[in-house]
Protein backbone atom coordinates (compact mmCIF):
# COMPACT_ATOMS: atom_id res chain seq x y z
CA UNK A 1 0.00 0.00 0.00
CA UNK A 2 1.39 3.41 -1.13
CA UNK A 3 0.13 6.85 -1.28
CA UNK A 4 -0.38 9.60 -3.35
CA UNK A 5 -0.34 13.02 -1.09
CA UNK A 6 -1.55 16.13 -2.37
CA UNK A 7 -0.79 19.07 0.11
CA UNK A 8 -3.40 22.56 -1.48
CA UNK A 9 -2.78 25.52 -0.31
CA UNK A 10 -1.58 25.01 3.65
CA UNK A 11 -1.03 27.91 5.81
CA UNK A 12 0.00 27.40 9.05
CA UNK A 13 0.67 29.92 11.92
CA UNK A 14 2.01 30.00 14.92
CA UNK A 15 0.22 32.96 16.80
CA UNK A 16 1.22 36.06 14.40
CA UNK A 17 3.86 34.52 12.48
CA UNK A 18 2.78 32.78 9.25
CA UNK A 19 5.40 29.56 9.10
CA UNK A 20 3.52 27.86 5.94
CA UNK A 21 2.29 30.03 3.53
CA UNK A 22 0.00 28.90 1.17
CA UNK A 23 2.19 26.47 0.33
CA UNK A 24 0.90 23.67 -2.40
CA UNK A 25 2.62 19.97 -3.36
CA UNK A 26 1.83 16.90 -4.89
CA UNK A 27 4.12 13.90 -3.76
CA UNK A 28 3.46 10.64 -6.56
CA UNK A 29 3.04 6.59 -5.05
CA UNK A 30 6.44 5.50 -3.98
CA UNK A 31 8.20 8.53 -4.52
CA UNK A 32 10.91 9.52 -2.51
CA UNK A 33 10.23 12.93 -1.90
CA UNK A 34 13.09 15.61 -0.08
CA UNK A 35 12.15 18.52 1.96
CA UNK A 36 15.37 20.48 1.40
CA UNK A 37 15.91 23.94 3.56
CA UNK A 38 17.77 25.93 6.21
CA UNK A 39 16.76 25.97 9.67
CA UNK A 40 13.11 27.82 9.95
CA UNK A 41 12.42 26.90 6.67
CA UNK A 42 8.79 25.47 7.61
CA UNK A 43 10.50 22.18 6.27
CA UNK A 44 10.01 20.06 9.85
CA UNK A 45 6.71 22.08 10.48
CA UNK A 46 5.34 21.04 7.12
CA UNK A 47 6.18 17.32 7.63
CA UNK A 48 4.49 17.43 11.06
CA UNK A 49 1.21 18.70 9.92
CA UNK A 50 1.56 15.82 7.22
CA UNK A 51 1.96 13.73 10.21
CA UNK A 52 -0.93 15.28 12.00
CA UNK A 53 1.22 16.61 14.97
CA UNK A 54 0.07 20.20 13.95
CA UNK A 55 -2.70 21.52 13.32
CA UNK A 56 -3.67 22.92 9.37
CA UNK A 57 -4.68 26.69 9.76
CA UNK A 58 -6.38 26.64 6.29
CA UNK A 59 -5.89 24.09 3.08
CA UNK A 60 -6.15 20.39 2.81
CA UNK A 61 -3.74 17.79 3.02
CA UNK A 62 -5.10 14.57 1.29
CA UNK A 63 -3.96 10.78 0.74
CA UNK A 64 -5.37 8.86 -2.21
CA UNK A 65 -8.02 11.37 -2.44
CA UNK A 66 -9.12 11.58 0.98
CA UNK A 67 -8.62 14.20 3.10
CA UNK A 68 -6.89 13.11 6.37
CA UNK A 69 -5.71 16.94 8.00
CA UNK A 70 -8.78 16.23 10.37
CA UNK A 71 -7.95 12.98 11.16
CA UNK A 72 -5.58 12.29 14.55
CA UNK A 73 -2.02 11.10 13.72
CA UNK A 74 -3.03 7.66 14.58
CA UNK A 75 -5.80 7.32 11.62
CA UNK A 76 -3.90 8.44 8.99
CA UNK A 77 -1.65 5.43 8.42
CA UNK A 78 1.22 6.99 8.11
CA UNK A 79 4.76 6.26 10.57
CA UNK A 80 7.15 8.38 11.40
CA UNK A 81 11.22 8.56 12.25
CA UNK A 82 11.95 11.30 14.38
CA UNK A 83 15.12 13.53 14.73
CA UNK A 84 15.80 12.17 18.89
CA UNK A 85 14.35 8.57 17.15
CA UNK A 86 11.44 9.33 20.44
CA UNK A 87 12.11 5.90 21.24
CA UNK A 88 10.36 4.95 24.60
CA UNK A 89 12.89 4.24 27.09
CA UNK A 90 11.68 1.51 29.47
CA UNK A 91 10.52 -0.64 26.76
CA UNK A 92 12.25 -3.20 24.90
CA UNK A 93 13.47 -3.34 21.02
CA UNK A 94 10.38 -5.60 20.25
CA UNK A 95 8.18 -4.19 22.78
CA UNK A 96 8.99 -0.71 21.44
CA UNK A 97 8.46 -1.87 17.71
CA UNK A 98 4.97 -3.39 19.06
CA UNK A 99 3.50 -1.09 20.76
CA UNK A 100 1.38 0.70 17.86
CA UNK A 101 0.23 -2.73 16.46
CA UNK A 102 -0.96 -3.48 19.87
CA UNK A 103 -2.93 -0.10 20.05
CA UNK A 104 -4.63 -1.02 17.09
CA UNK A 105 -5.27 -4.34 18.22
CA UNK A 106 -3.21 -6.60 16.05
CA UNK A 107 -2.99 -10.39 16.54
CA UNK A 108 0.10 -11.16 18.88
CA UNK A 109 1.41 -13.59 16.21
CA UNK A 110 1.21 -11.11 13.26
CA UNK A 111 3.10 -8.21 15.23
CA UNK A 112 5.82 -11.05 16.75
CA UNK A 113 6.33 -11.92 12.84
CA UNK A 114 6.17 -8.59 11.60
CA UNK A 115 8.89 -7.52 14.47
CA UNK A 116 10.76 -10.53 13.54
CA UNK A 117 11.25 -9.79 10.12
CA UNK A 118 12.03 -5.90 10.87
CA UNK A 119 14.11 -7.33 13.00
CA UNK A 120 15.77 -9.30 10.04
CA UNK A 121 15.61 -6.99 7.90
CA UNK A 122 17.55 -4.06 9.62
CA UNK A 123 19.99 -6.53 11.38
CA UNK A 124 18.75 -5.94 14.78
CA UNK A 125 17.37 -9.20 15.07
CA UNK A 126 19.88 -10.07 18.25
CA UNK A 127 18.97 -6.69 19.76
CA UNK A 128 15.52 -7.29 20.00
CA UNK A 129 14.73 -7.84 24.18
CA UNK A 130 17.66 -5.16 24.81
CA UNK A 131 15.86 -1.36 25.82
CA UNK A 132 17.12 1.90 24.31
CA UNK A 133 19.80 3.05 26.45
CA UNK A 134 21.68 -0.26 25.78
CA UNK A 135 21.94 0.48 22.10
CA UNK A 136 24.42 2.69 20.16
CA UNK A 137 23.16 5.47 18.34
CA UNK A 138 23.07 3.95 14.82
CA UNK A 139 21.28 1.05 16.65
CA UNK A 140 18.80 3.14 17.86
CA UNK A 141 18.37 4.66 14.23
CA UNK A 142 17.26 1.36 12.71
CA UNK A 143 15.00 0.28 15.93
CA UNK A 144 13.33 3.61 15.10
CA UNK A 145 13.07 2.77 11.67
CA UNK A 146 11.85 -0.46 12.68
CA UNK A 147 9.02 0.55 14.53
CA UNK A 148 7.92 2.57 10.62
CA UNK A 149 8.32 -0.74 9.09
CA UNK A 150 6.29 -3.34 11.05
CA UNK A 151 3.36 -0.93 10.43
CA UNK A 152 3.16 -1.01 7.17
CA UNK A 153 2.11 2.55 6.62
CA UNK A 154 1.07 4.48 3.19
CA UNK A 155 3.90 6.74 3.91
CA UNK A 156 6.97 7.17 6.17
CA UNK A 157 7.88 10.68 7.08
CA UNK A 158 11.75 11.06 8.52
CA UNK A 159 12.28 13.80 10.16
CA UNK A 160 16.02 14.89 9.91
CA UNK A 161 17.14 11.30 11.45
CA UNK A 162 20.78 11.10 10.49
CA UNK A 163 21.35 14.20 11.98
CA UNK A 164 22.11 12.89 15.67
CA UNK A 165 24.46 10.43 13.97
CA UNK A 166 28.63 11.01 13.24
CA UNK A 167 29.86 11.47 10.06
CA UNK A 168 30.90 7.78 8.95
CA UNK A 169 27.69 6.22 10.39
CA UNK A 170 25.66 9.09 8.98
CA UNK A 171 27.40 8.24 5.18
CA UNK A 172 26.42 4.19 6.08
CA UNK A 173 23.06 4.82 7.04
CA UNK A 174 22.27 6.96 4.06
CA UNK A 175 23.11 3.91 1.70
CA UNK A 176 21.21 1.38 3.81
CA UNK A 177 18.23 4.00 3.86
CA UNK A 178 18.59 4.26 0.20
CA UNK A 179 18.73 0.52 -0.05
CA UNK A 180 15.68 0.23 2.38
CA UNK A 181 13.30 2.27 0.02
CA UNK A 182 13.90 -0.18 -2.70
CA UNK A 183 13.00 -2.88 -0.86
CA UNK A 184 10.07 -1.06 1.35
CA UNK A 185 7.64 0.00 -1.49
CA UNK A 186 5.79 3.05 0.06
CA UNK A 187 5.73 6.75 -0.26
CA UNK A 188 8.69 8.08 1.64
CA UNK A 189 9.29 11.85 2.82
CA UNK A 190 12.39 13.00 4.28
CA UNK A 191 13.39 16.63 5.63
CA UNK A 192 16.92 17.56 5.97
CA UNK A 193 18.93 20.43 5.66
CA UNK A 194 21.86 18.33 4.41
CA UNK A 195 22.01 18.80 0.79
CA UNK A 196 24.51 15.23 0.18
CA UNK A 197 21.41 13.82 2.01
CA UNK A 198 19.32 15.22 -0.45
CA UNK A 199 20.73 14.55 -3.88
CA UNK A 200 21.71 11.24 -2.88
CA UNK A 201 18.63 9.94 -1.57
CA UNK A 202 15.43 11.88 -3.36
CA UNK A 203 13.69 11.09 -6.37
CA UNK A 204 12.57 14.92 -6.19
CA UNK A 205 13.18 17.35 -3.94
CA UNK A 206 11.48 20.07 -2.60
CA UNK A 207 13.66 23.13 -1.57
CA UNK A 208 11.96 25.42 0.74
CA UNK A 209 12.66 28.94 2.21
CA UNK A 210 11.28 31.54 3.98
CA UNK A 211 8.04 29.81 4.63
CA UNK A 212 7.90 28.87 0.53
CA UNK A 213 8.79 26.58 -1.79
CA UNK A 214 11.47 27.70 -4.41
CA UNK A 215 11.56 25.10 -6.48
CA UNK A 216 10.63 21.57 -6.84
CA UNK A 217 12.63 19.13 -9.06
CA UNK A 218 14.88 15.86 -9.65
CA UNK A 219 18.23 16.43 -7.79
CA UNK A 220 20.23 17.21 -10.69
CA UNK A 221 17.57 19.46 -11.86
CA UNK A 222 17.85 21.41 -8.84
CA UNK A 223 21.40 21.28 -9.50
CA UNK A 224 21.85 22.06 -12.80
CA UNK A 225 18.95 24.25 -13.27
CA UNK A 226 18.37 26.18 -9.74
CA UNK A 227 15.11 28.23 -9.92
CA UNK A 228 16.35 30.72 -7.73
CA UNK A 229 19.65 32.26 -6.78
CA UNK A 230 18.83 30.60 -2.64
CA UNK A 231 18.62 27.36 -4.40
CA UNK A 232 21.58 27.99 -6.66
CA UNK A 233 23.03 29.09 -3.30
CA UNK A 234 21.72 26.30 -1.16
CA UNK A 235 22.63 23.28 -2.97
CA UNK A 236 26.35 22.08 -4.19
CA UNK A 237 29.12 22.52 -2.58
CA UNK A 238 31.21 24.54 -2.74
CA UNK A 239 28.44 27.31 -3.35
CA UNK A 240 28.02 28.40 -6.38
CA UNK A 241 30.17 31.37 -7.54
CA UNK A 242 28.15 34.87 -8.11
CA UNK A 243 29.91 37.38 -10.00
CA UNK A 244 28.28 40.54 -11.39
CA UNK A 245 27.94 41.39 -14.98
CA UNK A 246 26.55 43.15 -17.60
CA UNK A 247 25.19 41.85 -20.87
CA UNK A 248 24.99 43.12 -23.97
CA UNK A 249 22.18 43.20 -25.97
CA UNK A 250 21.23 43.19 -29.78
CA UNK A 251 22.18 39.49 -29.97
CA UNK A 252 21.19 36.46 -31.69
CA UNK A 253 21.99 32.22 -30.02
CA UNK A 254 23.96 32.76 -26.55
CA UNK A 255 24.19 35.95 -24.63
CA UNK A 256 27.53 37.02 -24.09
CA UNK A 257 28.08 38.41 -20.65
CA UNK A 258 30.57 40.98 -19.90
CA UNK A 259 32.60 40.48 -16.26
CA UNK A 260 33.75 43.85 -14.19
CA UNK A 261 37.38 43.04 -15.80
CA UNK A 262 36.22 43.96 -19.32
CA UNK A 263 36.45 39.84 -19.96
CA UNK A 264 33.56 38.54 -22.46
CA UNK A 265 32.25 35.03 -21.68
CA UNK A 266 29.94 33.68 -24.64
CA UNK A 267 27.31 31.31 -22.83
CA UNK A 268 24.90 29.42 -24.03
CA UNK A 269 21.69 31.04 -22.76
CA UNK A 270 19.07 32.39 -24.84
CA UNK A 271 19.02 36.36 -25.74
CA UNK A 272 15.97 36.18 -26.70
CA UNK A 273 13.77 36.60 -23.43
CA UNK A 274 16.93 38.67 -21.92
CA UNK A 275 17.15 42.23 -21.60
CA UNK A 276 20.40 44.50 -21.83
CA UNK A 277 21.54 45.06 -18.35
CA UNK A 278 22.98 44.33 -15.15
CA UNK A 279 22.63 40.49 -13.98
CA UNK A 280 24.53 38.10 -11.47
CA UNK A 281 26.48 35.24 -13.33
CA UNK A 282 26.38 32.43 -11.39
CA UNK A 283 29.27 29.70 -12.35
CA UNK A 284 29.63 26.20 -10.34
CA UNK A 285 33.28 25.64 -9.28
CA UNK A 286 33.64 22.62 -11.61
CA UNK A 287 32.97 24.92 -14.82
CA UNK A 288 35.52 27.54 -13.91
CA UNK A 289 38.99 25.48 -14.64
CA UNK A 290 42.33 26.46 -14.44
CA UNK A 291 43.90 26.98 -17.95
CA UNK A 292 47.33 25.88 -19.49
CA UNK A 293 49.30 28.29 -20.76
CA UNK A 294 47.48 31.49 -20.32
CA UNK A 295 44.43 30.47 -22.75
CA UNK A 296 41.69 31.55 -20.22
CA UNK A 297 39.28 33.94 -20.60
CA UNK A 298 40.50 36.04 -17.42
CA UNK A 299 42.94 36.05 -14.66
CA UNK A 300 43.15 36.33 -10.81
CA UNK A 301 45.64 35.61 -8.09
CA UNK A 302 45.31 33.15 -5.84
CA UNK A 303 44.11 33.95 -2.38
CA UNK A 304 43.28 29.65 -0.86
CA UNK A 305 44.16 26.59 -1.35
CA UNK A 306 41.88 23.68 -0.79
CA UNK A 307 43.21 20.39 -1.81
CA UNK A 308 40.34 17.46 -1.23
CA UNK A 309 42.27 14.37 -2.79
CA UNK A 310 40.73 13.96 -6.03
CA UNK A 311 40.61 18.12 -6.65
CA UNK A 312 41.65 21.01 -5.77
CA UNK A 313 39.66 24.25 -5.24
CA UNK A 314 41.47 27.59 -5.86
CA UNK A 315 39.85 30.71 -4.35
CA UNK A 316 40.91 33.16 -7.17
CA UNK A 317 40.26 37.48 -6.99
CA UNK A 318 39.73 38.79 -10.12
CA UNK A 319 41.07 42.34 -10.91
CA UNK A 320 37.49 43.94 -10.03
CA UNK A 321 37.97 42.20 -6.44
CA UNK A 322 34.95 39.52 -6.98
CA UNK A 323 36.14 36.08 -6.02
CA UNK A 324 35.95 33.03 -8.18
CA UNK A 325 36.51 29.48 -6.66
CA UNK A 326 37.73 27.56 -9.51
CA UNK A 327 38.08 23.76 -9.49
CA UNK A 328 41.65 22.15 -10.53
CA UNK A 329 43.13 18.28 -10.33
CA UNK A 330 43.98 16.92 -7.10
CA UNK A 331 47.61 17.15 -7.71
CA UNK A 332 47.48 21.07 -8.69
CA UNK A 333 50.96 23.08 -9.10
CA UNK A 334 48.99 25.90 -8.54
CA UNK A 335 50.35 27.83 -5.40
CA UNK A 336 49.08 30.50 -3.21
CA UNK A 337 49.69 33.93 -4.24
CA UNK A 338 50.42 32.60 -8.01
CA UNK A 339 48.68 34.68 -10.63
CA UNK A 340 46.14 31.88 -12.91
CA UNK A 341 44.51 32.25 -16.56
CA UNK A 342 40.67 30.83 -15.75
CA UNK A 343 38.53 29.18 -18.49
CA UNK A 344 34.46 29.58 -18.32
CA UNK A 345 32.46 26.94 -19.38
CA UNK A 346 29.68 29.14 -20.58
CA UNK A 347 27.43 26.02 -21.37
CA UNK A 348 27.21 25.45 -18.06
CA UNK A 349 26.73 29.29 -16.54
CA UNK A 350 23.55 31.00 -15.26
CA UNK A 351 22.24 34.14 -14.99
CA UNK A 352 20.15 35.85 -12.04
CA UNK A 353 18.37 39.37 -12.72
CA UNK A 354 17.53 41.50 -10.17
CA UNK A 355 14.80 40.11 -8.76
CA UNK A 356 16.58 36.74 -8.60
CA UNK A 357 14.87 34.59 -11.25
CA UNK A 358 17.24 32.60 -12.86
CA UNK A 359 18.25 32.07 -16.52
CA UNK A 360 19.80 28.82 -17.88
CA UNK A 361 21.62 27.70 -20.82
CA UNK A 362 19.82 25.78 -23.57
CA UNK A 363 21.59 22.81 -25.54
CA UNK A 364 22.18 23.29 -29.00
CA UNK A 365 23.36 27.16 -28.15
CA UNK A 366 27.46 27.94 -28.49
CA UNK A 367 28.98 28.71 -24.88
CA UNK B 1 57.57 16.09 37.90
CA UNK B 2 57.26 12.63 39.17
CA UNK B 3 58.10 13.88 42.64
CA UNK B 4 55.35 16.28 42.39
CA UNK B 5 52.67 13.72 41.37
CA UNK B 6 53.45 11.37 43.75
CA UNK B 7 53.21 14.21 46.49
CA UNK B 8 50.11 15.01 45.24
CA UNK B 9 48.73 11.55 45.22
CA UNK B 10 50.17 11.24 48.95
CA UNK B 11 48.60 14.53 49.60
CA UNK B 12 44.93 13.49 48.32
CA UNK B 13 45.50 9.68 50.10
CA UNK B 14 45.95 11.47 53.37
CA UNK B 15 43.18 13.73 52.39
CA UNK B 16 40.72 11.45 52.07
CA UNK B 17 41.85 9.51 55.36
CA UNK B 18 41.09 12.36 57.25
CA UNK B 19 37.45 12.76 55.72
CA UNK B 20 37.02 9.35 56.06
CA UNK B 21 37.68 9.46 59.76
CA UNK B 22 35.19 12.61 59.96
CA UNK B 23 32.88 10.47 58.39
CA UNK B 24 33.13 7.45 60.83
CA UNK B 25 32.85 10.68 63.43
CA UNK B 26 29.61 11.55 62.73
CA UNK B 27 28.28 8.64 61.82
CA UNK B 28 29.28 7.63 65.68
CA UNK B 29 27.34 10.75 66.44
CA UNK B 30 24.61 9.71 64.26
CA UNK B 31 24.34 5.79 65.67
CA UNK B 32 25.56 6.24 69.59
CA UNK B 33 21.90 7.48 70.70
CA UNK B 34 20.30 4.62 68.77
CA UNK B 35 22.65 2.23 70.10
CA UNK B 36 22.12 4.08 73.53
CA UNK B 37 18.07 3.66 73.12
CA UNK B 38 18.21 -0.17 72.19
CA UNK B 39 20.60 -0.42 74.83
CA UNK B 40 17.85 0.91 76.99
CA UNK B 41 15.08 -0.99 75.98
CA UNK B 42 16.97 -4.10 76.67
CA UNK B 43 17.68 -3.45 80.93
CA UNK B 44 14.97 -3.75 83.41
CA UNK B 45 12.86 -0.88 84.51
CA UNK B 46 13.76 -1.32 87.58
CA UNK B 47 17.55 -1.64 87.20
CA UNK B 48 17.56 1.80 84.54
CA UNK B 49 15.98 3.19 88.23
CA UNK B 50 18.74 2.87 90.09
CA UNK B 51 21.58 3.77 87.34
CA UNK B 52 21.49 4.12 83.40
CA UNK B 53 24.92 3.06 83.00
CA UNK B 54 23.78 -0.55 84.03
CA UNK B 55 23.22 -0.53 79.79
CA UNK B 56 26.73 -1.09 79.82
CA UNK B 57 26.84 -4.81 81.10
CA UNK B 58 24.70 -7.71 81.40
CA UNK B 59 22.15 -8.45 82.65
CA UNK B 60 20.14 -8.13 79.38
CA UNK B 61 15.85 -9.15 78.70
CA UNK B 62 13.10 -8.57 76.57
CA UNK B 63 11.13 -8.49 78.99
CA UNK B 64 9.99 -4.90 78.10
CA UNK B 65 9.25 -6.02 74.32
CA UNK B 66 7.07 -9.06 75.71
CA UNK B 67 5.23 -6.40 77.62
CA UNK B 68 4.53 -4.33 74.53
CA UNK B 69 3.08 -7.93 72.79
CA UNK B 70 1.16 -8.03 75.72
CA UNK B 71 -0.32 -4.95 76.85
CA UNK B 72 0.28 -2.41 75.00
CA UNK B 73 -2.00 -0.52 71.89
CA UNK B 74 1.26 -0.35 70.12
CA UNK B 75 -0.13 -2.89 67.37
CA UNK B 76 -2.94 -0.49 66.83
CA UNK B 77 -1.13 2.30 66.29
CA UNK B 78 1.34 0.69 64.35
CA UNK B 79 -1.51 -0.08 62.03
CA UNK B 80 -3.12 3.07 62.34
CA UNK B 81 0.18 4.56 61.06
CA UNK B 82 1.07 2.18 58.26
CA UNK B 83 -2.58 2.85 56.95
CA UNK B 84 -2.55 6.55 56.95
CA UNK B 85 0.87 6.58 55.52
CA UNK B 86 0.46 4.20 52.85
CA UNK B 87 -2.77 5.74 52.25
CA UNK B 88 -1.52 9.54 52.07
CA UNK B 89 1.14 8.14 49.98
CA UNK B 90 -1.04 6.28 47.08
CA UNK B 91 -3.45 8.84 47.15
CA UNK B 92 -0.45 11.90 47.27
CA UNK B 93 1.26 9.58 43.87
CA UNK B 94 -2.03 9.44 42.21
CA UNK B 95 -3.27 12.95 42.42
CA UNK B 96 0.04 14.29 41.97
CA UNK B 97 0.91 12.40 38.64
CA UNK B 98 -1.99 12.72 37.02
CA UNK B 99 -1.86 16.62 38.21
CA UNK B 100 1.78 16.72 37.26
CA UNK B 101 0.88 15.33 33.54
CA UNK B 102 -1.75 17.66 33.49
CA UNK B 103 -0.11 20.99 33.81
CA UNK B 104 3.50 19.49 32.14
CA UNK B 105 1.18 18.40 28.93
CA UNK B 106 -2.67 19.55 28.51
CA UNK B 107 -3.20 22.77 27.22
CA UNK B 108 -6.55 24.54 28.84
CA UNK B 109 -7.49 28.16 29.84
CA UNK B 110 -6.10 29.13 33.36
CA UNK B 111 -3.27 26.42 33.42
CA UNK B 112 -0.64 28.59 34.21
CA UNK B 113 -2.40 30.78 37.13
CA UNK B 114 -3.71 27.73 38.63
CA UNK B 115 -0.16 26.06 38.63
CA UNK B 116 0.81 29.36 40.80
CA UNK B 117 -2.04 28.94 42.93
CA UNK B 118 -0.47 25.48 43.79
CA UNK B 119 2.81 26.58 44.36
CA UNK B 120 1.57 29.06 46.67
CA UNK B 121 0.08 25.98 49.06
CA UNK B 122 3.94 25.61 49.68
CA UNK B 123 4.38 29.38 51.11
CA UNK B 124 1.22 28.29 53.70
CA UNK B 125 2.52 26.95 56.98
CA UNK B 126 0.32 24.45 58.44
CA UNK B 127 -0.47 26.00 61.77
CA UNK B 128 -1.86 28.75 59.48
CA UNK B 129 -5.28 26.72 58.22
CA UNK B 130 -5.12 24.74 61.56
CA UNK B 131 -7.98 26.08 63.64
CA UNK B 132 -9.96 26.41 60.13
CA UNK B 133 -9.57 22.64 59.18
CA UNK B 134 -10.12 21.72 62.73
CA UNK B 135 -13.25 23.21 62.66
CA UNK B 136 -14.64 22.17 59.13
CA UNK B 137 -13.55 18.79 60.07
CA UNK B 138 -15.54 18.66 63.17
CA UNK B 139 -18.43 19.88 61.15
CA UNK B 140 -17.73 17.07 58.46
CA UNK B 141 -17.80 14.74 61.39
CA UNK B 142 -14.51 13.45 60.09
CA UNK B 143 -12.35 13.76 63.20
CA UNK B 144 -11.13 10.13 64.35
CA UNK B 145 -11.21 8.71 61.26
CA UNK B 146 -8.46 7.44 59.04
CA UNK B 147 -10.28 10.13 56.20
CA UNK B 148 -9.76 12.91 58.72
CA UNK B 149 -6.21 11.76 59.02
CA UNK B 150 -5.19 11.28 54.71
CA UNK B 151 -7.46 14.22 53.54
CA UNK B 152 -5.23 17.22 54.87
CA UNK B 153 -2.14 15.45 53.17
CA UNK B 154 -3.40 15.34 50.10
CA UNK B 155 -2.80 18.52 49.58
CA UNK B 156 0.53 18.53 48.60
CA UNK B 157 1.59 20.99 46.00
CA UNK B 158 5.64 19.87 46.18
CA UNK B 159 4.43 16.46 45.40
CA UNK B 160 2.04 18.54 41.99
CA UNK B 161 5.20 20.78 41.74
CA UNK B 162 7.50 17.44 41.53
CA UNK B 163 6.04 16.02 38.89
CA UNK B 164 5.06 18.60 36.79
CA UNK B 165 8.18 19.07 36.13
CA UNK B 166 9.56 15.72 35.27
CA UNK B 167 6.79 15.10 32.70
CA UNK B 168 8.07 18.68 31.86
CA UNK B 169 11.54 16.88 31.40
CA UNK B 170 10.18 13.86 29.26
CA UNK B 171 10.76 14.83 25.24
CA UNK B 172 7.51 15.56 23.94
CA UNK B 173 8.35 13.54 20.97
CA UNK B 174 7.36 10.44 23.08
CA UNK B 175 4.13 11.85 23.30
CA UNK B 176 4.18 12.12 19.39
CA UNK B 177 5.12 8.72 18.79
CA UNK B 178 2.85 7.44 20.85
CA UNK B 179 0.05 9.52 19.20
CA UNK B 180 1.54 8.24 15.96
CA UNK B 181 1.19 4.42 17.36
CA UNK B 182 -2.54 5.19 17.92
CA UNK B 183 -2.38 5.55 21.77
CA UNK B 184 -4.64 7.36 23.22
CA UNK B 185 -4.59 10.13 25.76
CA UNK B 186 -4.58 7.89 28.92
CA UNK B 187 -2.52 5.27 27.23
CA UNK B 188 0.49 7.63 26.44
CA UNK B 189 0.03 8.71 30.13
CA UNK B 190 -0.26 5.35 32.03
CA UNK B 191 2.69 3.12 29.45
CA UNK B 192 4.52 5.30 28.14
CA UNK B 193 5.03 8.43 30.84
CA UNK B 194 4.23 7.16 33.80
CA UNK B 195 6.86 4.49 34.03
CA UNK B 196 9.08 7.19 33.15
CA UNK B 197 8.56 9.01 36.32
CA UNK B 198 9.52 5.99 38.29
CA UNK B 199 12.20 8.04 40.48
CA UNK B 200 10.41 11.03 40.82
CA UNK B 201 7.57 8.63 42.16
CA UNK B 202 10.09 7.04 44.66
CA UNK B 203 11.56 10.09 45.75
CA UNK B 204 8.12 11.71 46.44
CA UNK B 205 6.52 8.75 47.95
CA UNK B 206 9.06 7.58 50.56
CA UNK B 207 9.69 11.93 51.34
CA UNK B 208 5.41 11.76 51.50
CA UNK B 209 5.39 8.09 53.41
CA UNK B 210 8.62 9.26 56.37
CA UNK B 211 6.29 12.60 56.66
CA UNK B 212 3.24 10.79 57.67
CA UNK B 213 4.84 8.59 59.47
CA UNK B 214 6.41 10.96 61.60
CA UNK B 215 3.74 13.33 61.28
CA UNK B 216 2.35 14.59 65.20
CA UNK B 217 0.30 17.64 64.95
CA UNK B 218 -2.59 16.51 62.95
CA UNK B 219 -3.06 13.21 64.29
CA UNK B 220 -2.79 14.65 67.72
CA UNK B 221 -5.40 17.29 67.15
CA UNK B 222 -7.73 14.93 64.68
CA UNK B 223 -7.37 11.83 66.29
CA UNK B 224 -8.49 12.12 69.94
CA UNK B 225 -9.69 8.67 70.38
CA UNK B 226 -7.11 6.36 71.94
CA UNK B 227 -7.72 3.63 69.23
CA UNK B 228 -7.17 6.42 66.37
CA UNK B 229 -3.83 7.04 67.61
CA UNK B 230 -1.41 6.98 64.87
CA UNK B 231 1.85 5.57 66.23
CA UNK B 232 3.48 9.41 67.17
CA UNK B 233 0.47 10.38 69.26
CA UNK B 234 0.19 6.84 70.95
CA UNK B 235 4.21 7.02 72.09
CA UNK B 236 4.02 10.26 73.14
CA UNK B 237 0.87 9.67 75.26
CA UNK B 238 2.63 6.95 77.07
CA UNK B 239 4.88 9.21 78.12
CA UNK B 240 3.41 10.24 81.38
CA UNK B 241 4.67 12.16 84.49
CA UNK B 242 7.00 9.69 85.96
CA UNK B 243 7.75 7.35 82.60
CA UNK B 244 11.37 8.25 81.77
CA UNK B 245 11.69 7.32 85.22
CA UNK B 246 10.06 4.47 86.33
CA UNK B 247 9.64 3.03 82.63
CA UNK B 248 12.58 3.70 80.96
CA UNK B 249 13.33 0.60 79.27
CA UNK B 250 9.64 0.00 78.30
CA UNK B 251 9.79 3.25 77.16
CA UNK B 252 12.91 2.38 74.90
CA UNK B 253 11.23 -0.63 73.67
CA UNK B 254 8.46 1.39 72.43
CA UNK B 255 10.71 3.33 70.42
CA UNK B 256 12.41 0.85 68.42
CA UNK B 257 9.08 -0.83 67.53
CA UNK B 258 7.61 2.08 66.35
CA UNK B 259 11.19 2.65 64.25
CA UNK B 260 11.61 -0.63 63.02
CA UNK B 261 8.76 -0.23 60.01
CA UNK B 262 10.39 2.83 59.19
CA UNK B 263 14.25 0.86 59.34
CA UNK B 264 12.43 -2.23 57.46
CA UNK B 265 11.07 0.80 54.72
CA UNK B 266 14.77 2.28 54.72
CA UNK B 267 16.42 -1.22 53.83
CA UNK B 268 13.85 -1.80 50.84
CA UNK B 269 13.98 1.84 49.00
CA UNK B 270 17.83 1.98 50.12
CA UNK B 271 18.98 2.96 46.56
CA UNK B 272 15.72 5.44 46.02
CA UNK B 273 15.90 7.16 49.32
CA UNK B 274 19.75 8.07 48.99
CA UNK B 275 19.23 9.01 45.50
CA UNK B 276 16.57 11.26 46.58
CA UNK B 277 18.10 12.75 49.35
CA UNK B 278 21.15 13.44 47.54
CA UNK B 279 18.76 14.56 44.55
CA UNK B 280 17.19 16.99 46.43
CA UNK B 281 20.61 18.15 47.93
CA UNK B 282 21.45 19.31 44.76
CA UNK B 283 18.35 21.06 43.85
Known amino acids: MTAHIEIKDVVKRFGAATVIDHLSLS ?59 ALYPHMTVADNMAFGLRNIGVAADIISARVAEAGRMLEIGHLLERKPGQLSGGQRQRVAIGRAIVKEPKAFLFDEPLSNLDAALRVRTRVELAQLR ?81 THVKTAIPTMKLKAGNFTLGIRAEAVRVAIDGQGVTSGTVDVLERLGDRTLIYTKL ?4 VVVAEDIGYSRVAVNDTVSLSIDGSRVHLFDASDRAWHCEEGLDG | MSNARSTSIMGRESGDRVVLLLVIALALVMVAPVLWVIGLSLKHNAELMANTNSVFYPPYTITNYINILGTSSVFRWI ?132 WSWNDYLWPLISGTKKEMFTLTVGMASTQTNFAQSEGLGFLMAQAVFAGAPILILYLFFQKYIVTAVSGAAVR
Open chain 1, 27 to 85: IDPNEFMVFLGPSGCGKSTLLRMIAGLESVDEGTISINGARIDNLPPGKRDIAMVFQSY
Open chain 1, 182 to 262: HRVKSTMIFVTHDQIEAMTLADRIVVMNNRKIEQIGTPMEIYSRPATRFVATFVGSPTMNFVPVRVAGGETGGATVILGDG
Open chain 2, 79 to 210: LNSLIVSGGLTIFTLVLASLAGYGFARLNFPGRDILFIIVLLGLAVPEQAVLIARHQIFGMLKLHNSYQGLILPGLSAPFGVFLMTQYFRAIPKELDEAALLDNASRFTIFWKVLLPLTVPAQATLGIFTFL
Open chain 1, 319 to 322: KDGS
